[in-house]
């Protein structure tokens, strides 16, 4: 399985958390955020980023502000307080995920 | 910066793709043009650019025009959502409630006084017709805003969804008077004459497309775009 398709679960997670360091940030520059983190081991594809995007917007967990930038309107997205509170119990949903997925690959370091 | 001929090649590019809505247009033109200005290979022109970098990340046009629909799908919940609570405030919530209830005590005030069939008739008008006649309005005052200013789009698709919500009442118009007219009242009578005789039926219905009206005028107020803030 490719890491793109065990990314597309956790993409929600990954722009909440994102957002919640970055206070704001326009979708290609979260893609480029991403791509610098990981050193390019990990890309999001747009085609995804904007649904989920638009999607968490509408659940009311992001709010947008448009600026003009180089005589063009950019479209900033930022956490709502509903945003921030889903944000940190999406984080350490994850978190716990991983931790037990790490168990179930490698038994000894559960052991420890 | 972008020279002119990039810049209306991107907007040839995303009109012939299928976007052209204001609100996915912006988004995307404005991602096309940082993706290409951010470019490593300063010698790729934007049609290559487009079609080696923009166009495998999105899927394809194809992949560009389910990003849009998904948008739109998003969108609709969204306004519908806050339709239903605006709706649901007007019989819940304090003190809209007493909007209601002084509606519904105006039309029973009215009843004694004027024919209940001309009140319910005036309400229902007034309650359909209001909100499809504003939004037409604020429909043809943006596109007239963005000729003025010669924008690459025409439209907004929040405007085009919010305007969807405003031809529901002309919709239950047909729907309460041919409804009532077939299940409840015989062939000599009609659904307007049949409801006007019950006040318990009249009352409610002309409350609830006034209602409507408030809760649609309370949308454009919100959401509706005329013109861009910027």
Same mark, same amino acid.
């Given at each position: 399985m490719s890491s793109s398709k065990l990314l597309k679960? +956790?993409?929600?997670?990954?722009?909440?958390? =994102?957002?919640?360091?970055?206070?704001?940030?326009?979708?290609y520059e979260i893609t480029q955020k991403v791509k610098a983190i990981t050193a390019g081991e990990l890309s999001i594809t747009e085609g995804a980023l904007y649904p989920t995007l638009h999607r968490l917007e509408a659940e009311g967990l992001l709010t947008t502000q448009t600026q003009r930038v180089d005589n063009r309107v950019r479209k900033y997205y930022s956490l709502t307080k509903e945003g921030n509170a889903?944000?940190? +119990?999406?984080?350490?949903?994850?978190? +716990?995920?991983?931790?037990? =997925?790490?168990?179930?690959?490698?038994?000894? =370091?559960?052991?420890? | 910066m972008?020279?002119?001929?990039?810049?209306?090649?991107?907007?040839?590019? #995303?009109?012939?793709?299928?976007?052209?809505?204001?609100? /996915?247009?912006?988004?995307?033109y404005d991602h096309i043009v940082t993706s290409f200005e951010d470019r490593v290979d300063k010698s790729q022109n934007i049609s290559d650019h487009i079609t080696n970098t923009i166009q495998p990340a999105f899927g394809g046009a194809v992949g560009i025009r389910i990003v849009q629909q998904k948008q739109e799908i998003q969108r609709s919940k969204m306004i519908k959502a806050r339709f239903l609570s605006l709706f649901k405030e007007y019989f819940i919530g304090w003190p809209s409630v007493l909007i209601s209830i002084t509606?519904?005590?105006?039309?029973?005030? #009215?009843?004694?006084?004027?024919?209940?069939?001309w009140i319910l008739i005036s309400f229902i008008v007034f309650g359909a017709l209001c909100p499809l006649i504003t939004s037409l309005y604020g429909i043809e005052k943006f596109r007239s805003y963005c000729r003025r200013n010669r924008l690459p789009y025409q439209l907004s698709?929040?405007?085009r969804r919010i305007a969807s919500f405003s031809t529901i009442g002309v919709m239950s118009v047909n729907i309460v008077l041919n409804g009532t007219l077939l299940i409840?009242?015989?062939?000599?009578?009609?659904?307007?004459?049949?409801?006007?005789?019950?006040?318990? #039926?009249?009352?409610?219905?002309?409350?609830?497309?006034? #209602?409507?009206?408030?809760?649609?005028?309370?949308? /454009?107020?919100?959401?509706?775009?005329i013109k861009l803030a910027l």
């Open positions: 679960g +956790s993409l929600a997670t990954i722009v909440l958390k =994102l957002l919640e360091d970055q206070e704001k940030m326009y979708g889903v944000a940190a +119990s999406r984080v350490a949903e994850l978190e +716990s995920f991983l931790l037990n =997925l790490q168990k179930v690959l490698n038994p000894k =370091l559960g052991l420890g | 972008i020279s002119k001929e990039e810049q209306q090649f991107v907007f040839d590019y #995303l009109k012939k793709v299928g976007v052209k809505h204001m609100e /996915f247009f912006e988004e995307l509606l519904g005590l105006l039309i029973y005030l #009215l009843n004694q006084f004027f024919d209940p069939k698709d929040l405007n409840a009242s015989g062939s000599h009578n009609t659904g307007i004459n049949f409801i006007s005789e019950l006040p318990y #039926l009249q009352i409610p219905i002309g409350v609830v497309f006034i #209602l409507y009206t408030l809760v649609c005028v309370q949308l /454009f107020k919100e959401k509706f775009i």
